[in-house]
């Protein structure tokens, strides 16, 4: 079993839909969690990071940890075609390396 | 934000040739840097960690003789690939520890190499 499991999707949307991405972990010992975006053939880009449990919102973007259950979240607001991409949730302890999902491709239709 | 560059960005090689790729970190300082390659629709599969003055740590069943890592100062880590093969082509992705808060990375924009 995966430390880190995303559904692959890929999941396909209405420009200006809410989108919601989703990543489940087993290791107890994560507390950092960030989300990644990555255009066809670039490196990832930091997209935003939560330490612990909680909600973290920037712009049409909000992150979401729920400890308890293990579930990592992204919402996308008013979704846009230029979010078209795939997005990497990755969990940290205190160690220095991540554990990567496999990542969900989102392709926004206009 | 932080950058981070990569050099070169594709590679086409033969069989048996080394071919090196630069990772650097434009303006800041980076004690810890990661490789990773990427096969196409495929996530990220850590290769080693960089850090600086030190030797790599190399994940399990990574050949640490065939993938050098280098990392010789706090803005520039390299990785050699020796005698490269088809079977080594790949997207071959580096980050730097983004020191905004654990966990966070800086990624390359990436090196495709492809060997024939």
């Known amino acids: 079993q995966k430390e880190v499991e995303q559904d692959p999707g890929p999941l396909s949307v209405p420009e200006g839909a809410i989108v919601s991405l989703n990543c489940t972990y087993s290791?107890?010992?994560?507390?950092?969690f960030m989300w990644y975006r990555q255009y066809s053939r670039k490196g990832p880009e930091l997209l935003m990071y939560?330490?612990?449990?909680g909600n973290k919102e920037d712009g049409r973007f909000t992150a979401q940890v729920d400890k308890s259950s293990k579930y990592i979240s992204l919402f996308i607001r008013d979704s846009q075609p230029s979010d078209s991409a795939t997005y990497l949730c990755?969990?940290?302890?205190?160690?220095?390396?991540?554990?990567f999902g496999d990542g969900t491709t989102l392709t926004v239709k206009p | 934000g932080a950058v981070v560059s990569q050099h070169p960005s594709r590679v086409i090689c033969k069989s048996g040739t080394s071919v090196k790729i630069e990772c650097r970190s434009l303006?800041?300082?980076?004690?810890?840097m990661f490789w990773y390659r990427q096969f196409p629709k495929q996530s990220l599969m850590l290769m080693a960690t960089?850090?600086?003055?030190?030797?790599?740590?190399?994940e399990q069943g990574v050949e640490k003789d065939k993938f050098l890592i280098n990392h010789a100062s706090l803005t520039l880590s390299t990785l050699t690939v020796t005698s490269a093969h088809p079977e080594d082509s790949s997207f071959y992705i580096c980050?730097?520890?983004?020191?905004?808060?654990?966990?966070?990375?800086?990624f390359g924009p990436g090196t495709r190499l492809t060997v024939l």
């Open positions: 980050s730097a520890d983004g020191g905004l808060a654990q966990g966070t990375q800086y």
């Open positions: 960089s850090n600086e003055g030190s030797k790599a740590t190399y």
């Open positions: 939560t330490y612990s449990s």
């Open positions: 990755a969990s940290n302890t205190n160690a220095g390396k991540s554990t």
């Open positions: 290791n107890s010992a994560f507390q950092y």
């Open positions: 303006d800041f300082q980076a004690t810890t």
